[in-house]
């Protein structure tokens, strides 16, 4: 995209709308000696500007004086974009009843569905969905809607999601999938809605760990009370480990005691190492200790 130097007065324009001084607008509006979608040098318009800053006053005028909800920035990101992004319901509302496109992506694929779900912006999510936003639709790494809503810990948007049809198990690129993230990061309130909606609890990502391993190792013991009922495999992954190991290799006490008493104490994992003398290599004494004073099955 080829973008022409901004003029004083195309300045004081994306100044007004970021401001939003809607009386400035419409005074150099009426100049005529500006356009409606003048370009910034990273392609961004007044209705951009005023959208990102939650100003539904410019926003509604810009839009009747016939602002472009279709030009994006350089990075591909939109007016709707942003006010996803921002939370901003009613000019969401006031873009799209202007023709805003609701799945138009930005170079990285994010949709302003996307962002809204970064941001847990439910009202907004709600509004998007309602008006037919893809539930499935992914970046370029393959990650869903819902994957971002569970990476963030957003329990509710991940519900509002998957009542609207998103996949439970749509992986990234690394075969991660939105349970498999939300207990890496401990959000075990996500973890227990994708459970409750049939998210499949030993999905493993390219490295070999499933949902139950991140979480163990991570220290997560809430994220691994809420997989324990859903019988997660507690013997040897493909990374060679069982979850207990996880546990014991860094330090997590809680979790070992919850994995201790269901996988046994004892187990060895692929070199041969029981989670003791795994937890004693790392330094981990407690822990150690913890597992040596457990008796054998």
């Given at each position: 995209?080829?973008l022409?130097k901004?003029?004083?007065?195309?300045?004081?324009?994306?100044l007004?709308?970021?401001?939003?001084?809607r009386?400035?607008?419409?005074?150099?509006?009426?100049?005529?000696?500006?356009?409606?979608?003048?370009?910034?040098?990273?392609?961004?318009?007044p209705?951009?500007?005023?959208a990102?800053?939650?100003?539904?006053?410019?926003?509604a005028?810009l839009?009747?004086?016939?602002?472009?909800?279709?030009c994006c920035r350089?990075t591909g990101?939109?007016?709707?974009?942003?006010?996803a992004q921002?939370?901003?319901?009613?000019?969401?509302?006031?873009?799209?009843?202007a023709?805003?496109a609701?799945?138009a992506p930005s170079?990285?694929?994010?949709?302003?569905?996307?962002?809204?779900?970064?941001c847990?912006?439910?009202?907004?999510?709600?509004e998007?969905?309602?008006?037919?936003?893809?539930?499935?639709?992914?970046?370029?790494?393959?990650?869903?809607?819902?994957?971002?809503?569970?990476?963030?810990?957003?329990a509710?948007?991940?519900?509002?999601?998957l009542?609207a049809?998103?996949r439970?198990?749509?992986?990234?690129?690394d075969?991660?999938?939105?349970?498999w993230?939300?207990?890496?990061?401990?959000?075990?309130?996500?973890?227990?809605?994708l459970?409750?909606?049939?998210?499949?609890?030993?999905?493993?990502?390219?490295d070999?760990?499933?949902?139950l391993?991140?979480?163990a190792?991570?220290?997560?013991?809430?994220?691994?009370?809420?997989l324990?009922?859903y019988?997660p495999?507690?013997?040897?992954?493909?990374?060679?480990?069982?979850?207990?190991?996880?546990?014991?290799?860094?330090?997590?006490?809680?979790?070992?005691r919850?994995?201790?008493r269901?996988?046994?104490?004892?187990?060895?994992?692929?070199?041969?190492?029981?989670?003791?003398?795994?937890?004693?290599?790392?330094?981990?004494?407690?822990?150690?200790?913890?597992l040596q004073?457990?008796p054998r099955?």
């Open positions: 995209m080829s022409k901004e003029s004083r007065t195309d300045v004081q324009f994306h007004a709308a970021l401001r939003g001084d009386d400035r607008l419409r005074q150099l509006l009426d100049t005529g000696k500006v356009h409606i979608d003048s370009r910034d040098r990273d392609g961004t318009t209705l951009i500007l005023s990102a800053m939650g100003h539904a006053e410019c926003v005028e839009l009747a004086q016939g602002a472009d909800p279709a350089t990101t939109s007016a709707l974009f942003f006010a921002g939370g901003f319901l009613d000019i969401a509302r006031l873009l799209l009843d023709g805003a609701i799945d170079l990285d694929g994010g949709t302003p569905l996307f962002v809204a779900c970064q847990g912006h439910l009202p907004v999510v709600e998007l969905i309602k008006r037919g936003a893809d539930v499935n639709s992914c970046m370029k790494d393959r990650a869903t809607p819902l994957f971002i809503a569970a990476q963030n810990g957003h509710s948007v991940c519900v509002t999601l009542r049809g998103a439970p198990d749509r992986a990234r690129a075969r991660a999938t939105p349970l993230i939300a207990a890496q990061c401990g959000h075990a309130a996500a973890a227990r809605a459970l409750a909606a049939g998210a499949a609890v030993d999905a493993v990502r390219q070999g760990a499933t949902p391993f991140k979480a190792h991570k220290g997560h013991s809430a994220v691994v009370a809420e324990l009922p019988k495999n507690l013997g040897i992954l493909p990374n060679g480990q069982t979850a207990l190991h996880g546990a014991a290799m860094f330090g997590q006490l809680e979790c070992v919850q994995l201790a269901l996988t046994g104490p004892h187990v060895k994992n692929a070199a041969g190492l029981t989670p003791a003398q795994v937890a004693t290599a790392a330094r981990h004494g407690a822990v150690a200790a913890y004073q457990l099955a």
